[in-house]
């Protein structure tokens, strides 16, 4: 009479480990491609809301130039709050008579208002 021993070979093992790594290998890169382009569109985002803060700062105040950290960001301002997610910096003042606004750091990015 012959006893079935439970359990798995390590042949079995061995391909579980194969298939799991090249699962991972794929998943990987597509799962930093993703945080990237989250990153990017926060950065947007807050670039769009300095902008328009900017702007209805210009409409009701009629001036020029204003200071963010001084006039649009903080409580009871235009944005409550400015969340940085990827170590990025935002000018310090905003000029009527320009049309960009960028970021320094990572990631980069520009928005044409």
């Known amino acids: 009479m012959k006893t079935k021993k439970k359990g798995f070979t390590l042949v079995e093992i061995m391909i579980v480990v194969v298939i799991i790594g090249l699962l ?19 950065v947007k985002s807050n670039l769009r809301q300095l902008a328009s ?3 209805q700062y210009f409409i009701e105040h009629g001036g020029t130039t204003v200071g963010v950290t001084t006039s649009l960001v903080g409580p009871g301002k235009y944005i409550k709050a400015l969340n940085i997610v990827a170590q990025e910096t935002y000018p310090i003042t905003i000029t009527a008579a320009d049309t960009l606004i960028a970021t320094t750091g990572t990631p980069i990015v520009t928005i044409q208002f």
């Open 24 to 42: 991972a290998t794929m998943a990987i890169p597509a799962f930093r491609q993703v945080r990237t382009n989250a990153q990017t569109n926060a």
């Open 53 to 55: 803060a900017a702007d």
